[in-house]
Nanobody, 121 residues
Framework: QVQLVESGGGLVQAGGSLRLSCTAS????????VGWFRQDPGKERELVAR????????GYADSVKGRFTISRDNAKNTVYLQMNSLKHEDTAVYYC??????????????WGQGTQVTVSS
């Protein structure tokens, strides 16, 4: 069974930075595609960043492009989300999710428990 554990959330002032980590177990990490989703109460879930199992293909939502960077270290079974120039509207619970195969889907098979990111204005 694949398990995903997020860490790194917290409270930060607008303009600040945070780095989220997602560590996987129970699978060959290089065999899964990973994405970071976020959801704030009353809003739809949003896929903010995704990375293929090879790390060669990366995508971002327009709302975070140029501010967030996704990366992965297959030797550490970990995917990172570096978030810079944070805005109040980035406040949400951030979830790491994964799918077997090359690309993350809109309904991933595996989910982490989520980590809260709060950006104060």
């Amino acid at each position: 069974q694949v398990q995903l554990v997020e860490s790194g959330g917290g409270l930060v002032q607008a303009g600040g930075s945070l780095r989220l980590s997602c560590t996987a177990s129970g699978t060959t990490f290089s065999s899964i595609a990973v994405g970071w989703f976020r959801q704030d109460p009353g809003k739809e879930r949003e896929l903010v960043a995704r990375i293929t199992r090879s790390g060669l293909t990366i995508g971002y939502a327009d709302s975070v492009k140029g501010r967030f960077t996704i990366s992965r270290d297959n030797a550490k079974n970990t995917v990172y989300l570096q978030m810079n120039s944070l805005k109040h509207e980035d406040t949400a619970v951030y979830y790491c999710a994964a799918d077997p195969g090359g690309i993350i889907t809109n309904s991933p098979r595996y989910w982490g428990q989520g980590t809260q990111v709060t950006v104060s204005s």
